[in-house]
């Protein structure tokens, strides 16, 4: 008896046709109940396009709005054979040093002189390019200016197809990290990159040589404005031929980039503006 009444207390939750009321409560009270919830949601998503919008209206398709690690830039070395950055090879034996100079055909590649003369502009040395927007009137496509292959003389793999591999005098090409807007260099005077020997390796080193001269890198190459507003840009680079570096040894060599406005290895990261490879030549004579 009481299971039956409390089987009928059940079924009159669901549906109880005196009242008509559905799970306690009546047609209008779960249409309003929808009602408030659908426009609830509606308002939320709204919300949600509105700010989305507001915060889109204020990114620059062509500069970060944020960026870190403005006056730290990074250096890497080419060729690379690995992460580890050494470059050991026997100069008797031609494979082993024929990869190195394969990897540099194909980064210089772009820097051809008549892939350069077409992509980008001759532009006054000595000075920074600056392209900048005027107000909201944009100055895109940014233009950029020519890093001849030609301009790495002895390194430029065009008389000398390997490098100074073959007969021991091997280059290796350097370039500083794309760092957007940064200015390096001051007074005029263009950052320029030199090399040397850990402590304990400085008499292996021999002589150095540098193109450009000097080891700099050219004003004119800077600012950079982002890969989406300067398409063409072509990183400047510094070469260095080693002339008379001692065989059959390691030899670690550090390259760092003189500028007074880029700290070199600041505590923040110790690697800014310096790279440190380690390079040995083995020779049977
Ligand atoms: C660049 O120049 C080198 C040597 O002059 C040539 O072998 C190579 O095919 C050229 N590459 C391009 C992409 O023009
Ligand atoms: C680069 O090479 C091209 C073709 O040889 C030449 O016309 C141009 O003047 C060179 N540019 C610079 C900046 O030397
Ligand atoms: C980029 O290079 C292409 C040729 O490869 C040229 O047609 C174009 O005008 C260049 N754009 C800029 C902004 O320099
Ligand atoms: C290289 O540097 C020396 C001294 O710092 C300077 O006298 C010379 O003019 C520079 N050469 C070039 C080509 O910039
Ligand atoms: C090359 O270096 C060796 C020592 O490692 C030295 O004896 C020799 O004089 C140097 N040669 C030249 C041309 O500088």
Request: glycine residues 6%; proline residues 5%; neutral net charge.
């Amino acid at each position: 008896m009481a299971k039956d009444g409390e089987k009928n207390e059940w079924k009159e939750f669901i549906w109880n046709p005196r009242t008509r009321e559905f799970l306690g409560r009546t047609a209008s009270s779960w249409g309003l109940i929808l009602l408030f919830y659908l426009i609830f949601y509606v308002f939320l998503a709204g919300l949600f396009a509105l700010t989305m919008y507001v915060m889109l209206q204020t990114l620059d398709d062509h500069k970060p709005t944020w960026q870190d690690r403005l006056s730290t830039p990074g250096m890497v070395i080419r060729p690379k054979a690995d992460e580890t950055y050494e470059i050991v090879y026997d100069i008797q034996n031609t494979e082993t040093w024929d990869m190195y100079a394969q990897a540099l055909d194909r980064f210089l590649a772009p820097y051809n002189n008549s892939v350069q003369s077409q992509k980008n502009d001759e532009c006054v040395p000595d000075k920074y390019f600056v392209q900048e927007d005027s107000g909201d009137v944009k100055n895109n496509p940014k233009r950029s200016c020519q890093f001849n292959r030609t301009i790495l003389e002895e390194c430029s793999g065009i008389n000398d197809r390997y490098y100074g591999y073959q007969e021991g005098k091997p280059c290796i090409i350097i370039k500083m990290n794309r760092v957007i807007g940064m200015l390096p260099g001051k007074n005029g005077q263009a950052p320029y990159v030199t090399c040397g020997a850990k402590r304990e390796d400085s008499d292996k080193i021999g002589e150095l040589m540098y193109f450009p001269p000097n080891g700099t890198f050219n004003l004119m190459y800077y600012p950079y404005y982002g890969k989406k507003a300067q398409v063409n840009y072509s990183q400047p680079l510094v070469a260095v031929k080693f002339l008379n570096i001692t065989v059959n040894e390691d030899v670690n060599i550090e390259c760092k980039i003189n500028a007074n406005n880029i700290p070199i290895g600041s505590e923040r990261d110790k690697f800014a503006g310096r790279v440190s490879f380690k390079l040995r030549i083995n020779t049977m004579n």
